[in-house]
């Protein structure tokens, strides 16, 4: 249960926390907290303030997403296609024994 001075970033820090404490699967990539962000949709690209308060909100349903490598959006010199290179930077982890491939697909955990 969350207090209601809870942050948005408190309630990742829970989350995050309580996730790996009950050793849930899929296993989560990073446990730093700071690596996920809220979001009121799966589908919504939009993360939510972590400095904002979750009882101003106005939800009570959020889903908690790994926020994408600062990497992805950096344009790639040597491709002309964004999409391309956003392909690139996935793999790299993966092929840098990050963990499974499957892992980098799961972008969206939901939380109640």
Partial sequence: MASAEWSVADMVAAAVRLYVKE???????????????????QFSLEGLDP?????????RSFFLCLKPP???????????????SRV???????????G??????????PMM
């Fill in 23 to 41: 050793g849930r699967r899929p296993l989560l990539p990073s446990t730093d907290p700071s690596d996920f962000g809220l979001h009121f949709s």
């Fill in 51 to 59: 400095r904002e308060k979750v009882m101003e909100l106005g939800s």
């Fill in 70 to 84: 600062a990497t992805v959006h950096a344009p790639s010199p040597s491709c002309s296609s964004d999409g391309a």
């Fill in 88 to 98: 690139r930077d996935r793999e790299a982890p993966a092929r840098a024994g990050a």
């Fill in 100 to 109: 499974p491939a499957w892992a980098s697909y799961m972008q969206f955990w």
